[in-house]
C-alpha cells in the first residue's frame, strides 16, 4: 500500500538527511545545488556505469556512504530543461511517487540546470506525487508489504526544496483543490456497484454542500413530473430508484449565465433484456464515469473557489434485467416530448442524458454544455484509449476543449457529424430509434444526443476508453482514471472565469 505523502515547501538548498531526490537534465546534467550533498559525487561515478544521461524519467539510485546523514541519494532525468511543461511537472512528481518505497523523511532538490523552475512547476510535482500514490484498497482486510507482514508504515513527510516556497505554497492550494476532484472521481469509478447505487451517489453528490455547492435531488416522482420518460425507461428494471443530482456552484456575477456540465451515471450496465456477454460485465460498474467526472470537477471549482457560475447536471440509474425492465422495440417520451424508439436496451446512456441534457438547458440556458459519457465501444476501435472521442455542433467550444485536453494531455479527437448520419436514427414508429446499425456506432449515438440540445453550443465527450481501464501512466496507477476533471477544469481556468 502507497501512503499518501505529506508535502511542504521551502527555500532550495541542499538537504543533509532521509532520502534526497536530484535532477539531472540532458544537457545539463545536476545543478550546483544538486551537487552540493557529498553523496553526489557517488552519483558522479554512477551514471556512466549504468549508462544514466539525463533522458525524461530515467532513474539511478545510491545508498549514501558511511559518514553522512543522508540515507539514499535518488537522481531523476528531465530530458531536455527547456523542453519542460506543465504535463512534465505532474509526471515528474509521480515518478518520484513511485520511489518513496519505506522512506519516512524525504527532501526532492527542485533545482535544475538550464531550468527556470517557478511556484507552478513546484507545485506541479507536488501534485504528480498525490495523484500517483493513489490506491483503492478499502475492502482489503489484509493490507501487507510483500512479505505477509502488517504494513504500518506511516506517510512520508516531503519537503520540496524550490526557488520561491511561498508561490508553489499558493499555486499547490489551487492544484490540489483540483487533485482532489480527480481522486474523488476516481473513488466514485472504482467503488463496487452493490455500494454505490443511484441513491448512494446522489449523497455524494449532496456532500459537496459542505464546500459551498447548491445541491438539489431529484427524486423518481420528481421526475416522472417533469416528463424524463427516457431516463425513467432506463430505470424501471431495477429495485433500485433513479435520481438526479442538480449541483450549482456561483462563483461568478449573479447576472452571468452558467456553463453547463452533464453526465452519464448509470451505476450498472447488465444491459438489460439485452443483456450483455458475462465477460468482463463486471467493469459495467464503471459505466458511471461520466457522471464522475462532473462530481469531481463540481468539487476541484468550488475547492479553488473558480470565479464562475457552473451547473453540474448527473443521471443516475441502474440498467437491470427485471420483468418490469424496458422491452426492445418500446418506445418511451423524452422530457422534449420527442419520441425515441428503444431498439437496444444496452444503448442506454444517451436514454439518460437526453432527459438530462433537456432539462438543463431548459432550465439554466447556459452558455454551453458539456457532456460526459462512457457511450460505445465504438469510440474505443476508432481511437483506442489515448484519446477521448468529441463530438459538437460549435467549433469554437470544440477548439477550445481540444487545447485544454493537450494542455492537460487528456486528450480528445474530434469526430465527425451530420445529415447523413442523423437519418441513420430516423424510426418507422417513433421520432427516432436508440441505434442506427452497425457502422458509425459512436457517431450515431453523439447524433441522437444532439437532438436534444436545440442551438445551445454543445460537445459531447465519449470518454468509454479513458475513463475505466485504461493504461496506467506516471500519474495514475488506478482502474479508474478520474479522466475529465483536469481537462475540464483547464477549459473553466483559461477560457470562462471572470
Known sequence: MTSKPSISFAKASTPKKGTVFVFSAEEGGLSEIARGNDPAKTLDRAFPVVDFNGKFGGLVEVLAPEGTTVDRLVAVGVGKASGLDEYSWLKLGGTLASQLRKASEVAVVLDIAGATVDGAAAAGVAAGMLLRSYTFDKYKTKKDNGNGKADDKKPAKVTIHCADPAAAKKAFADIEAVVGGVLLARDLVN???????????????????????????????????????????????????????????????????????????????????????????????????????????????????????????????????????????????????????????????????????????????????????????????????????????????????????????????????????????????????????????????????QRFVKDTPWAHLDIAGTAMGSPTSEINQSWGSGYGVRLLDRLVRDHYEG
Open 191 to 449: 467503488e463496487p456497484a452493490n455500494v454505490l447505487g443511484p441513491v448512494e451517489f446522489a449523497a455524494q453528490a449532496k456532500d459537496l454542500e459542505k464546500l459551498g455547492v447548491k445541491v438539489e435531488i431529484l427524486t423518481e416522482k420528481e421526475m416522472k413530473k417533469l416528463g424524463m420518460g427516457a431516463l425513467l425507461g432506463v430505470a424501471q428494471g431495477s429495485v433500485r430508484p433513479p435520481r438526479m443530482a442538480v449541483m450549482q456552484w456561483s462563483g461568478g456575477k449573479a447576472k452571468d449565465k452558467p456553463v453547463a456540465f452533464v453526465g452519464k451515471g448509470v451505476v450498472f450496465d447488465s444491459g438489460g433484456v439485452s443483456i450483455k456477454p458475462a465477460a468482463g460485465m463486471e467493469d459495467m460498474k464503471g459505466d458511471m464515469g461520466g457522471a464522475a467526472a462532473v462530481t469531481g470537477l463540481m468539487h476541484a471549482l468550488a475547492a479553488r473557489k473558480a470565479k464562475v457560475n457552473v451547473v453540474g447536471i448527473i443521471g443516475l440509474v441502474e440498467n437491470m434485467v427485471d420483468g418490469n425492465a424496458q422491452r426492445p422495440g418500446d418506445i418511451v417520451t423524452s422530457m422534449s416530448g420527442q419520441t425515441i424508439e428503444v431498439l437496444n436496451t444496452d444503448a442506454e446512456g444517451r436514454l439518460v442524458l437526453a432527459d438530462a441534457l433537456w432539462y438543463c438547458n431548459q432550465r439554466f440556458e447556459p452558455k454551453f454544455m458539456v457532456n460526459l459519457a462512457t457511450l460505445t465501444g465504438a469510440i474505443m476501435v476508432a481511437l483506442g484509449q489515448s484519446h477521448a472521442g468529441l463530438f459538437s455542433n460549435n467549433d469554437e467550444l470544440a477548439g477550445r476543449l481540444t487545447s485544454s485536453g493537450t494542455a492537460t494531455q487528456e486528450k480528445l479527437w474530434r469526430m465527425p457529424l451530420g445529415s447523413e448520419y442523423d437519418k441513420l436514427i430516423d424510426s418507422k414508429n417513433a421520432d427516432m430509434k436508440n441505434i442506427g446499425g452497425r457502422f458509425g456506432g459512436s457517431i450515431t449515438a453523439a447524433q441522437f444526443l
